[in-house]
T-cell receptor, first 115, second 114 residues
Framework: DGGITQSPKYLFRKEGQNVTLSCEQN?????MYWYRQDPGQGLRLIYY???????QKGDIAEGYSVSREKKESFPLTVTSAQKNPTAFYLC??????????????FGPGTRLTVL | AQSVAQPEDQVNVAEGNPLTVKCTYS??????LFWYVQYPNRGLQFLLK????DNLVKGSYGFEAEFNKSQTSFHLKKPSALVSDSALYFC????????????WGAGTKLIIKP
């Protein structure tokens, strides 16, 4: 089955720790995205990548970092600089690099909690 | 600033009744419009989109949406609600003169009561 996988499903972070969230897709999609979801808010874009070895900051990139070394993988690192990281994180992908008229496919999400 | 509004945090509908989830947008130019659904603790699923053409768009699970350019709205509708339709619904817009990134509404929680 084609799709997007995210791991882990739940993640707990101590203060001052960096953690990495995994996102893998086997849809052969060019563009990949990371969103943050907080209760009562829409999705906010953290980073996106339209092609391997290239990525751009979204609206709330501070305290996060990404890499895109392979087409199918787009891991997100939440650094200690992110002051309020507790949230639900969603990875998505879409077929065309601009991500215009094609819908995005979403992974099941990772819920990150800071202890 | 460009934005998407979903004016109702929650919509309650009795099973079998028609439902409407509202979405209005404020963007420059002619946008592409999308609806997604999210079940608890899950990722989002695509429902339908408007790119061009007929203003009434049909999508998954019996949902449809009507694009109204003069009112800048894209309301989601279904003629007869099911309890299984209960979920969080998001409207999203891509303004064509931007960097092609989706602008998301805050979401509307739809509760269908038996």
């Amino acid at each position: 089955d084609g799709g997007i996988t995210q791991s882990p499903k739940y993640l707990f972070r101590k203060e001052g720790q960096n953690v990495t969230l995994s996102c893998e897709q086997n849809l052969n999609h060019d563009a990949m995205y990371w969103y943050r979801q907080d209760p009562g808010q829409g999705l906010r874009l953290i980073y996106y990548s339209q092609i391997v070895n290239d990525f751009q900051k979204g609206d709330i990139a501070e305290g996060y970092s990404v890499s895109r070394e392979k087409k199918e993988s787009f891991p997100l690192t939440v650094t200690s600089a992110q002051k309020n990281p507790t949230a639900f994180y969603l990875c998505a992908s879409t077929r065309d690099p601009l991500g215009t008229y094609n819908e995005q496919f979403f992974g099941p999400g990772t819920r990150l909690t800071v202890l | 600033a460009q934005s998407v509004a979903q004016p109702e945090d929650q919509v309650n509908v009795a099973e079998g009744n028609p439902l409407t989830v509202k979405c209005t947008y404020s963007v420059s130019g002619n946008p592409y419009l999308f609806w997604y659904v999210q079940y608890p603790n899950r990722g989002l699923q695509f429902l339908l989109k408007y790119i061009t053409g007929d203003n009434l768009v049909k999508g998954s699970y019996g949902f449809e949406a009507e694009f109204n350019k003069s009112q800048t709205s894209f309301h989601l509708k279904k003629p007869s609600a099911l309890v299984s339709d209960s979920a969080l619904y998001f409207c999203a817009v891509i303004p064509l003169d931007s960097n092609y990134q989706l602008i998301w509404g805050a979401g509307t929680k739809l509760i269908i009561k038996p």
